[in-house]
T-cell receptor
């Protein structure tokens, strides 16, 4: 039962353009969403998050949008840079649960072309 | 402040052997989480430990897998009698708090290959 889904295994974007990574979820009891970035041979690193009571959170070049009615969130990176090439995971936390039991999507491999 | 350390980074075991994966959390972190990433999949929660206590092991397979986080030393994930399906990347994460999900810091992972 895949509660968090990233339906695009890969995405290729021109440097300087906007990258949009998408994530869908099925469980309405998720109350917090996170995006992680992962380089090869490294662990995931936290990028940006959003609480379910908000619909947007921005941090520099990164913005996360949450559409609760559609159970959909997206990560926008603008402008995209070569160093952004990595695998991006979205993750969700259940209301009432502690920080453990983050539920991850399958990941999207982003490639930024010069 | 050193990050989360995991060793070994790569581990090859034959079917039926035991695998021991170690995780040293960041200094000051008393919460440790283990995740498994199978090929082409996302990370899946396995177990959550605090010092000397298993808090939540709902993601652990019922047999052959065990975890500990002793008072002194690293956290250990132990897999007995490994099978090919155990081949995966195993990540541990540590945090200073169980209530802030943004403060889970991941180690580089141990890639287990079962031949």
């Amino acid at each position: 039962d895949q509660q968090v889904k990233q339906n695009s295994p890969s995405l290729s974007v021109q440097e300087g353009r906007i990258s949009i990574l998408n994530c869908d979820y099925t469980n309405s009891m998720f109350d917090y969403f996170l995006w992680y970035k992962k380089y090869p041979a490294e662990g995931p690193t936290f990028l940006i998050s959003i609480s379910s009571i908000k619909d947007k959170n921005e941090d520099g070049r990164f913005t996360v949008f949450l559409n609760k009615s559609a159970k959909h969130l997206s990560l926008h990176i603008v402008p995209s840079q070569p160093g952004d090439s990595a695998v991006y995971f979205c993750a969700a936390k259940l209301v009432g649960e502690g920080a453990q039991k983050l539920v991850f999507g399958q990941g999207t491999r982003l490639t930024i072309n010069p | 402040n050193a990050g989360v350390m995991q060793n070994p980074r790569h581990l090859v075991r034959r079917r039926g052997q035991e695998a021991r994966l170690r995780c040293s959390p960041m200094k000051g972190h008393s919460h440790v989480y283990w995740y498994r990433q199978l090929p082409e999949e996302g990370l899946k929660f396995m177990v959550y430990l605090q010092k000397e206590n298993i808090i939540d092991e709902s993601g652990m397979p019922k047999e052959r897998f065990s975890a500990e986080f002793p008072k002194e030393g690293p956290s250990i994930l132990r897999i007995q009698q490994v099978v090919r399906g155990d081949s995966a990347a195993y990540f541990c994460a540590s945090s200073p708090s169980q209530t802030d999900p943004t403060r889970q810091y991941f180690g580089p992972g141990t890639r287990l290959t079962v031949t």
